[in-house]
């Protein structure tokens, strides 16, 4: 059964570094997210993306983030100068058509900020 | 804001009974999702409901989305400790492909045998 896979399942970084995670959606899918989920807190949308450009975006979602999708299969999420405040578990998500709301999780990145 | 609030927040059983979760809400959602979610891990998909009074069933698992669009929810028949983890309504405003969903805090569901 296809899935969304996302590395590193871990990540450690000082306070300020840059940080790149990857995901790897569903390859007949068109839409794409992240989501964040702070430790005990609920699943909070960042981003959306289709065609090739941000859909949608939360207010979470500043200037110190971005994404792309470099080539045909991965998208990326990155973080320019990282806060402790980014500490949480990080999931990419994916949907099919238009009109096929239901979204498929990835495993998550664990990212640690110190 | 669209908030989804789910009840309760922590449920202990025995293997074998039965229960019931909610997750309701004051706005409409032309979708909900349940999800469930073990420590460490991504939310995998359980079951889809769009269609207001829509009935859904997963073997034990009973999903129902309301008439109104408001509110669903999952009822567990003869629960088992494999039943155990949290689980996570999530909704989407828009019927369309690129909709952020909306999720819940959770019920944390233990099942003892």
């Known amino acids: 059964e296809p899935e969304v896979t996302q590395t590193p399942s871990h990540q450690v970084t000082q306070m300020g570094q840059e940080v790149i995670l990857r995901c790897v959606p569903i390859?007949?899918?068109?839409?794409f997210y992240w989501y964040r989920q702070i430790l005990g807190q609920k699943v909070e949308f960042l981003v959306s993306?289709?065609?090739?450009?941000?859909?949608?975006k939360s207010e979470i979602f500043d200037d110190q983030f971005s994404v792309e999708r470099p080539d045909g299969s991965n998208f990326t999420l990155k973080i320019r100068s990282t806060k402790l405040e980014d500490s949480a578990m990080y999931f990419c998500?994916?949907?099919?058509?238009?009109?096929?709301?239901?979204?498929?999780f990835g495993p998550g990145t664990r990212l640690l900020v110190l | 804001t669209q908030l989804l609030e789910q009840s309760p927040q922590f449920l202990s059983i025995q293997e074998g009974e039965n229960l019931t979760v909610y997750c309701n809400s004051s706005?409409?959602?032309?979708?909900l999702q349940w999800y469930r979610q073990e420590p460490g891990e991504g939310p995998v998909l359980l079951v889809t409901?769009?269609?207001?009074?829509e009935v859904k069933k997963l073997k034990r698992l009973t999903f129902q989305f309301g008439d109104a669009r408001k509110d669903s929810s999952l009822h567990i028949t003869a629960a088992q400790p494999g039943d155990t983890g949290l689980y996570l309504c999530?909704?989407?405003?828009?019927?369309?492909?690129?909709?952020?969903?909306?999720f819940g805090k959770g019920t944390r569901l233990s099942v003892i045998a």
């Open positions: 998500a994916s949907s099919a058509r238009t009109g096929q709301e239901t979204q498929y």
């Open positions: 390859s007949n899918h068109l839409y």
């Open positions: 993306f289709y065609n090739n450009e941000i859909s949608e």
């Open positions: 706005s409409v959602f032309s979708s």
């Open positions: 409901v769009v269609t207001g009074g």
């Open positions: 999530a909704g989407a405003k828009i019927p369309s492909g690129n909709t952020p969903l909306v």
